[in-house]
């Protein structure tokens, strides 16, 4: 008000601690009336849309919708796909699905989002191993490493929960996160929060579970005979990820940021986005992708048939 008043145009002749002062309550008051808003809305909506916008509110869950729709990092969706992704934020009905799975089971968002038959739930898995190996490399890291095999190891030498099965992989390894030549392993999973498992369980236990889930299966054998650290990075399919992962990423925008000379909040949004992305474009393939067999008619005939058609008539024929 006072620099309206002066017609000034710049803050020199103010109190700089004030106008901070001033930001920070403005910036406070902003954040509770949003708040009373977010619970006036939630004491409206049914339980299953409650549980949907607080996965919603997660750091990184909503990236997908800030960004520039950019074809190169393939941030773009065309109209279809944007409305599953809506509904899939509000845990909505999808039109369009089958009533039934090709496994033979009823079909539904969580179904298809669980369902191993066709190979999505890989595919959601593998993306973001992919991309979590992209972003070691951008931020520098050395060797860097796809489903790197572990060492073989005396299974009597570690606690019975232990994997120490022959050939045993883990997702991502790289040296250079944490200390210079020290080689870390990580482990992806990602989840529904809304199955059957863990449609009653809050978000956070389902990330302590996980997490715990994987550090008893290989940390133990990572540090005794790697030598090396482990880290379970567990996301849900909504787009948040669990406190050790979240730690990790951080980590890995430092580097990021360091190396490219770019502010540290650029590089984190980037890595949050491209990881939503990743998640959100294997999980609606899922939801829409064929289980099943193509339904052909009598013109699509593939090649092994007409082989196996003709294979009778040659060898009945006598050359003369």
Known sequence: MKLILKQEF?????????????????????????????????????????????QAREKGASSWLNALPLKALSYTLNKQEFRDSIALRYSWPINGIPKLCACGSKNSVPHTLDCKKGGFVSMRHDAVRDCT??????????????EPELLPVNPNKFKPRTN?????????????VWSTFERSFYDVRVTHPNCLSNVGKPVAAIYIEHQNSKKIEYEERVIESEKGSFTPLIFTTSGGMGPEGSMFYKRLAELTAAKKNEQYAIVMNYIRTRLRFAILRSTLIGVRGERGRYNRNSKDISLDEISLNIMPALDSYECR
Do not use: F, I, P
């Open 10 to 54: 710049t803050l020199d002749n103010l109190d700089k601690s004030a106008v901070k002062e001033t930001k920070s309550r403005l910036q406070t008051e902003k954040e509770s009336e949003l708040e009373k808003q977010y619970l006036h809305v939630c004491n409206m909506v049914n339980t299953r849309t409650k549980r949907a916008m607080m």
């Open 133 to 146: 190996a992209n972003l070691l490399r951008d931020a520098g890291c050395k060797d860097v490493r796809t």
């Open 164 to 176: 120490t099965t022959v050939g045993a992989r883990l997702d991502v390894s790289a040296r250079g």
